[in-house]
């Protein structure tokens, strides 16, 4: 059963804590917390990189700006309501060209699989910290992204995500013979294994504005630190993170509230957290604040033109169209706050093998080589001769 420890904070803080104890249904691998410090072993993750490029929006610097409010299209009073105040901030993902190709749907579970049943072909304790640590925020990613795209175009994901039998708590994946769910993947392995690392919490996206952007590219032991980095600074500075109310207090994000096992003293743990990220415009505000109330929330999905879809009308306003019209320009890409053309994609990625080559070759040998030893050593027998009884009595006898 999970277990919640609620606690009301004091200092004026009127947040409900929550301790989640995720109960497993086996005990998990001690490969999943071992690791080897100077291994040279890597995992590629090209595919991942094309379908994220091809894939994300990004919103660019992170921005107090709100959101115009809505109004209704030519030809209808029908409009698209949405938070202004978060509705300008976090990466955007295109499930709706996903949601219409089912060639690329299929290269996204495939990825999915292919993660989620690597270690099965090479031991997880065999990779540095930083590698484990990639592998896991890709695998939940990558998970998150491929249910999404099951249900979509649903707009509003609070149900989905965090309701009864929601997306985190499901028992969606199953690594080395251990069926894990997305809080398995967090609280049971991340937690343990980074426990004093609150930025790890960023590289969680979970499909919703209220949540981490997804990146447009996937976690590298190389990028792994200064891309959590990013995100937290991106996450922190924008109005669905923080958002600074002058003498009435300081208002910060729900998700803090449901990931308060990082910030046991929860106020001042989070309090000091925040002040690590925060502009210094907002320093001053949150320093000299009496009172933090988590009750930013927006459940919308994070999908290019799901939230701000228009309706009806007759005005040339079509979303598609004008996504293709800027995706196919000569500086297209996410590092142009941009995406590529994914229909153009498709063709690419299912051209390559279904393993997806996760290993170098020379590395895949030496994993091989790995898992052949320590298959010999598990079927090793050591056998010690018995002693006769008339051996015994000999030796008593000298």
Same mark, same amino acid.
């Given at each position: ?5 609620? +606690? ?34 890597? @995992? ?34 029908? !409009?698209?309501?949405?938070? +202004? ?44 910290? !930083? ?27 609070? %149900? ?10 499901? !028992? ?45 590219? &996937? ?16 996450? @922190? ?70 939230? +701000? ?5 007759? &005005? ?7 996504? %293709?019209?800027? &995706? ?26 279904? +393993? ?7 590395? &895949? ?26 051996? !015994? ?6």
């Amino acid at each position: 059963m999970h277990k919640f420890t609620k +606690t009301l904070i004091a200092v004026g803080f009127s947040a409900l804590l929550a301790t989640p104890v995720w109960a497993q249904t086996a005990p998990l691998p001690e490969s999943f917390f071992a690791e080897t410090a100077d291994s040279t072993f890597s @995992i590629n993750y090209d595919d991942l990189d094309a379908v994220l490029q091809a894939s994300v929006l990004s919103s660019g610097l992170p921005s107090r700006k709100k959101a115009t409010a809505s109004s209704a299209a030519t030809g209808t009073r029908m !409009k698209n309501n949405s938070n +202004t105040l978060t509705a300008a901030s976090g990466n955007r993902f295109s499930f709706e060209e996903y949601k219409n190709n089912a060639q690329m749907r299929q290269i996204v579970s495939n990825i999915r699989n292919s993660l989620q049943n690597l270690p099965s072909e090479a031991q997880l304790s065999d990779f540095s910290n !930083k590698e484990q640590l990639a592998y896991w925020l890709n695998l939940y990613n990558i998970t998150v992204i491929d249910e999404i795209i099951q249900v979509y175009p649903r707009k509003n994901l609070q %149900d989905f995500v965090v309701g009864e039998d929601g997306l985190l708590q499901r !028992k969606l994946l199953k690594v080395a013979g251990v069926e894990l769910s997305l809080n398995d993947i967090q609280f049971e392995i991340l937690q343990k294994k980074f426990p004093d690392q609150p930025q790890i919490i960023y590289g969680l996206y979970q499909g919703y504005i209220g949540s981490p952007s997804i990146r447009a590219r &996937a976690y590298t032991a190389a990028n792994v630190s200064r891309m959590l980095n990013m995100n937290a600074n991106e996450f @922190i500075n924008s109005n669905r993170g923080t958002y600074p109310v002058g003498k009435d207090g300081f208002r910060v994000a729900g998700f803090y509230q449901r990931n308060a096992s990082y910030f046991p003293n929860f106020h001042q743990d989070l309090k000091n957290h925040l002040l690590e990220y925060l502009h210094e415009d907002d320093k001053a505000a949150l320093e000299q604040t009496a009172e933090l109330t988590a009750n930013i929330e927006d459940w919308s999905i994070t999908d290019i033109y799901g939230t +701000t879809r228009n309706f009806g009308g007759g &005005a040339a306003n079509n979303s598609a169209a004008l996504l %293709d019209a800027f &995706a196919q320009g000569p500086d297209r890409g996410p590092d142009n706050n941009e995406v590529a053309n994914i229909g153009l994609m498709a063709d690419t990625l299912a051209s390559r093998s279904v +393993t997806y080559g996760r290993f170098a070759p020379d590395q &895949a040998l030496k994993i091989k080589e790995l898992q052949l030893r320590r298959a010999n050593q598990a079927g090793a027998v050591t056998v010690t001769d018995l002693e006769s009884d008339e051996k !015994k009595k000999d030796e008593n006898k000298e």
